[in-house]
Nanobody, 123 residues
Framework: QVQLVESGGGLVQAGGSLRLSCAAS????????MAWFRQAPGKEREFVAR????????NYADSVKGRFTISRDNAKSAVYLQMNDLKPEDTAVYYC????????????????WGQGTQVTVAS
């Protein structure tokens, strides 16, 4: 198991940017594919972005493609989510997750989760 802690959330105006960070400990991060999910009040947790263990492969939800960028620094045991051109519908708690598989959009593929960080986008 790997322990994950997210940070970087906050309140931002529509059109603004935020950079989320996920710090990992307990095991070498390079052993895992990583992803970001989000959950808005009253809604199910949804996939945002995923990155392979090496960082060579990424996938995005259609709703964030072209605006969000996932990256990782295995030497720092960290994963990032750069969010640009934020919209009110991006408001949610954002979670970092790790998987021992190649990962994907299904949260059941991920076995470690952080506690989440709140992102609120004001219109």
């Amino acid at each position: 198991q790997v322990q994950l802690v997210e940070s970087g959330g906050g309140l931002v105006q529509a059109g603004g940017s935020l950079r989320l960070s996920c710090a990992a400990s307990g095991r070498t991060l390079s052993s895992f594919s990583m992803a970001w999910f989000r959950q808005a009040p009253g809604k199910e947790r949804e996939f945002v972005a995923r990155i392979s263990w090496s960082g060579s492969s990424t996938n995005y939800a259609d709703s964030v493609k072209g605006r969000f960028t996932i990256s990782r620094d295995n030497a720092k045991s960290a994963v990032y989510l750069q969010m640009n051109d934020l919209k009110p519908e991006d408001t949610a708690v954002y979670y970092c997750a790790s998987s021992t598989t190649v990962g994907g959009g299904d949260p059941r593929l991920y076995n470690s989760w952080g506690q989440g960080t709140q992102v609120t986008v004001a219109s």
